[in-house]
T-cell receptor, first 114, second 116 residues
Framework: ETGVTQTPRHLVMGMTNKKSLKCEQHLGHNAMYWYKQSAKKPLELMFVYSLEERVENNSVPSRFSPECPNSSHLFLHLHTLQPEDSALYLC?????????????FGDGTRLSIL | AQKITQTQPGMFVQEKEAVTLDCTYDTSDQSYGLFWYKQPSSGEMIFLIYQGSYDEQNATEGRYSLNFQKARKSANLVISASQLGDSAMYFCAMRAYQTGANNLFFGTGTRLTVIP
């Protein structure tokens, strides 16, 4: 069983819909991350939370809105997405955002925008 | 700026043989960490091995070892005794202290196929 759980595994939505991706980590970590993985491109870091405070926002469009209610849960709220937003969205956690801390990833949510 | 380069889009290896996956990196930081991840077709990114920039010994984890050549800025992953379950995408990644350890920079990956 993975220490980082993401739901749903697959999501198909229209451009006008509003949906949320959920991530939960059972590892007692203090930092959580959202990544976007598009075909043939490196993983792109979207957001970083450390102790429930957002510490990184890598120029992500406002149609993506993260929420971290506590150190175990992370959400990504989606609204009015574009077709180019179709991708695999990966959540990760680490003990803290340190140089030597490996990040542990969930299985991802595969998002398709119609 | 940080950059990770993986020049091998795809690699094939015979079962039970060893294989080396290449990774070079670029950073002006003195303090950084290098990571390798495996991504099976299911999508999950699995952490394999870590090497710190100040570590003098090459990291090893079971059948995985990291051939760290600091002067050449390379951090190649060596998988010994390949198994069919090793078929997956492999990503090299780096975090650097000065540019913000929050950022984990990934390469484009190498798809490894193990042949029976």
């Amino acid at each position: 069983e993975t220490g980082v759980t993401q739901t749903p595994r697959h999501l198909v939505m229209g451009m006008t819909n509003k949906k949320s991706l959920k991530c939960e980590q059972h590892l007692g970590h203090n930092a959580m991350y959202w990544y976007k993985q598009s075909a043939k491109k490196p993983l792109e870091l979207m957001f970083v939370y450390s102790l429930e405070e957002r510490v990184e926002n890598n120029s992500v469009p406002s149609r993506f809105s993260p929420e971290c209610p506590n150190s175990s849960h992370l959400f990504l709220h989606l609204h009015t997405l574009q077709p180019e937003d179709s991708a695999l969205y990966l959540c990760a956690s680490s003990q803290d955002p340190g140089v030597n801390q490996p990040q542990h990833f969930g299985d991802g949510t595969r998002l398709s925008i119609l | 700026a940080q950059k990770i380069t993986q020049t091998q889009p795809g690699m094939f290896v015979q079962e039970k043989e060893a294989v080396t996956l290449d990774c070079t990196y670029d950073t002006s930081d003195q303090s950084y960490g290098l990571f390798w991840y495996k991504q099976p077709s299911s999508g999950e990114m699995i952490f394999l091995i870590y090497q710190g920039s100040y570590d003098e010994q090459n990291a090893t984890e079971g059948r995985y070892s990291l051939n760290f050549q600091k002067a050449r800025k390379s951090a190649n992953l060596v998988i010994s005794a390949s198994q069919l379950g090793d078929s997956a995408m492999y990503f090299c990644a780096m975090r650097a202290y000065q540019t913000g350890a929050n950022n984990l920079f990934f390469g484009t990956g190498t798809r490894l196929t193990v042949i029976p």
